[in-house]
């Protein structure tokens, strides 16, 4: 079987998440993805909508997941592929380069991200609406 593992906060999820996931999924048999935890968040100066076992519990509804993790850390990455028996590890191509530190443990890649969707716009768009 081979495993594949991705990371985010999976905040806000949108189709371009799901197309993320989906193409994860299709690299491999079982894809564990790893959502960054509310304090982890709060180190990374970032607040998510929506709790993290709200997230966890979307993310664990989604057919092509079959596995979430917590991300309690920057440092957790070599150690949950060693502990997960990732054989491919995944990322947006907006990190690319950044977890090639990876490929002495599993295969790295960097997946195109979803045009014309993000976090970032919706969270944008909503503020217009909000102040209309």
Same mark, same amino acid.
């Given at each position: ?5 991705? !990371? ?9 998440? %799901?197309?993320?996931? $989906?193409?994860? &999924? ?12 509310? /304090?982890?968040? &709060?180190?990374?100066?970032? &607040?998510?909508?929506? @709790? ?11 057919? !092509?997941? #079959? &596995? ?6 920057? /440092?957790?990455?070599?150690? *949950? %592929?060693? #502990?997960? /028996? ?7 191509? #907006?990190?690319?380069?950044?977890? *090639?530190?990876?490929? #002495? !443990?599993? /295969? %790295? %890649? ?7 969707? @993000?976090? @970032?716009?919706?969270?944008? *768009?909503? $503020? ?5």
């Amino acid at each position: 079987m081979k495993k594949v593992l991705t !990371y985010g906060t999976f905040d806000l999820l949108h189709w371009g998440h %799901v197309n993320l996931l $989906k193409r994860a &999924k299709d690299l491999g048999d079982h894809l564990t993805v790893a959502i960054s935890t509310d /304090e982890f968040n &709060k180190i990374k100066n970032k &607040k998510a909508y929506h @709790s993290f076992d709200n997230r966890k519990m979307i993310l664990e509804s989604i057919r !092509y997941v #079959d &596995k979430v993790i917590p991300e309690d850390n920057w /440092e957790q990455k070599i150690q *949950d %592929v060693i #502990d997960n /028996e990732i054989d491919i590890f995944v990322m947006g191509d #907006d990190w690319k380069g950044h977890f *090639d530190f990876l490929k #002495d !443990y599993c /295969e %790295v %890649v960097y997946l195109p991200r979803t045009i014309g969707i @993000s976090t @970032s716009q919706i969270k944008d *768009d909503l $503020k217009l609406v909000k102040n209309g």
